[in-house]
C-alpha cells in the first residue's frame, strides 16, 4: 500500500512487499521522474553525544546518482522481490535477512525505523543480486568479491546510502545505522564489522588485531565517547 512520505516528493514507494497480513510500514527512498537538477545544501549530521559529520556535496552527489539508479530496478524490476518484515526488537541488516531463489527478506523494526527501511532494503538488494549473479550491475568492483571483502563493500555502499539520507533528506536517526554511518565515516568501518561479527570472520579479525594490537582498545574507546555504549559484539547480554 501507499502512504505519504516523510520525504521529498521526488520519492515514492517501490516495489517492495510486506508480509502477508502486515502493512508495508515508512516508505522507501526511490527514483521517480527526472533526477533534480542540484541536490539540496547537505546539513551536517549530529548526533546526542555532539559528535558531528560534514558531509561533503560533491561525494553526496555521486552518492544520489548510484543510489536512485539502484532504486530504481528495486522498483521496477520484475525478476526479484524484496519483503521488508516488521519486527518488535532492533537488529543490524545482516541480522534479520533471509534469502530464498528470488525472494529476500528482511526484518526492520516496527515504528522506530520508518525511514530505515531504506537502507536496510538496500543490503538485502546487494546480497540478493550476489545470490542472483548480477551483482556487476550495481556494485562492478566487488563483482568477484567474497567473504568479508564482500560484506565491507556492500555495508560501505549502505553506509553512504544512509549519509545521503540523513544530510539531504531529512532520514529519522536510527541508531543501528547511526553506528555503521559514524564507523565508516570516522574509518573505523573494518573495526565495526569485526567487533560486531567476529564470529563470523574470524581470520580476518585475527589478522586485524596481529597488524594493530592497540587497535580494538582504540575504537572502543571511540564508539564509547561517540555512542555512550559499547559496541556491538562487546556489550552484555
Given at each position: 500500500m501507499k502512504s505519504k512520505s516523510a520525504f521529498p516528493s521526488a520519492f515514492r514507494v517501490p516495489r517492495v512487499a510486506p508480509v502477508i497480513g502486515l502493512v508495508l510500514m515508512g516508505l522507501i527512498l526511490s527514483a521517480c521522474g527526472t533526477r533534480p537538477a542540484e541536490l539540496p545544501e547537505p546539513r551536517t549530521i549530529i548526533i546526542r553525544s555532539g559528535v558531528r559529520v560534514f558531509p561533503d556535496k560533491e561525494r553526496l552527489e555521486e552518492i544520489d546518482a548510484w543510489f536512485r539508479s539502484q532504486m530504481d530496478n528495486i522498483d521496477r524490476d520484475p525478476g526479484f522481490l524484496i519483503e521488508v518484515v516488521p519486527r518488535d526488537t532492533p537488529a543490524y541488516p545482516w541480522e534479520?535477512?533471509?534469502?530464498?531463489?528470488?525472494?529476500?527478506?528482511?526484518?526492520?523494526?516496527?515504528?522506530?525505523?520508518?525511514?530505515?527501511?531504506?537502507?536496510?532494503?538496500?543490503?538485502?538488494?546487494?546480497?540478493?543480486?550476489?545470490?542472483?549473479?548480477?551483482?556487476?550491475?550495481?556494485?562492478?568492483?566487488?563483482?568477484?568479491?567474497?567473504?568479508?571483502?564482500?560484506?565491507?563493500?556492500?555495508?560501505?555502499?549502505?553506509?553512504?546510502?544512509?549519509?545521503?539520507?540523513?544530510?539531504?533528506?531529512?532520514?529519522?536517526?536510527?541508531?543501528?545505522?547511526?553506528?555503521?554511518?559514524?564507523?565508516?565515516?570516522?574509518?573505523?568501518?573494518?573495526?565495526?564489522?569485526?567487533?560486531?561479527?567476529?564470529?563470523?570472520?574470524?581470520e580476518e579479525r585475527r589478522q586485524w588485531l596481529e597488524e594493530d594490537p592497540e587497535a580494538l582498545e582504540r575504537y572502543r574507546r571511540w564508539f564509547v565517547e561517540t555512542f555512550s555504549e559499547e559496541p556491538p559484539g562487546l556489550r552484555d547480554g
Amino acid at each position: 500500500m501507499k502512504s505519504k512520505s516523510a520525504f521529498p516528493s521526488a520519492f515514492r514507494v517501490p516495489r517492495v512487499a510486506p508480509v502477508i497480513g502486515l502493512v508495508l510500514m515508512g516508505l522507501i527512498l526511490s527514483a521517480c521522474g527526472t533526477r533534480p537538477a542540484e541536490l539540496p545544501e547537505p546539513r551536517t549530521i549530529i548526533i546526542r553525544s555532539g559528535v558531528r559529520v560534514f558531509p561533503d556535496k560533491e561525494r553526496l552527489e555521486e552518492i544520489d546518482a548510484w543510489f536512485r539508479s539502484q532504486m530504481d530496478n528495486i522498483d521496477r524490476d520484475p525478476g526479484f522481490l524484496i519483503e521488508v518484515v516488521p519486527r518488535d526488537t532492533p537488529a543490524y541488516p545482516w541480522e534479520s535477512l533471509h534469502i530464498e531463489g528470488d525472494t529476500a527478506k528482511i526484518g526492520v523494526e516496527r515504528g522506530r525505523a520508518r525511514d530505515a527501511q531504506t537502507a536496510y532494503v538496500l543490503y538485502a538488494h546487494f546480497r540478493l543480486m550476489k545470490e542472483m549473479g548480477r551483482l556487476d550491475e550495481f556494485l562492478p568492483q566487488a563483482e568477484y568479491l567474497e567473504g568479508y571483502d564482500l560484506e565491507r563493500a556492500i555495508l560501505a555502499r549502505v553506509a553512504e546510502a544512509w549519509l545521503l539520507g540523513r544530510s539531504v533528506y531529512d532520514a529519522e536517526a536510527y541508531d543501528p545505522l547511526e553506528e555503521l554511518l559514524y564507523s565508516n565515516e570516522y574509518g573505523f568501518l573494518d573495526a565495526f564489522i569485526l567487533t560486531a561479527r567476529a564470529d563470523e570472520f574470524p581470520e580476518e579479525r585475527r589478522q586485524w588485531l596481529e597488524e594493530d594490537p592497540e587497535a580494538l582498545e582504540r575504537y572502543r574507546r571511540w564508539f564509547v565517547e561517540t555512542f555512550s555504549e559499547e559496541p556491538p559484539g562487546l556489550r552484555d547480554g
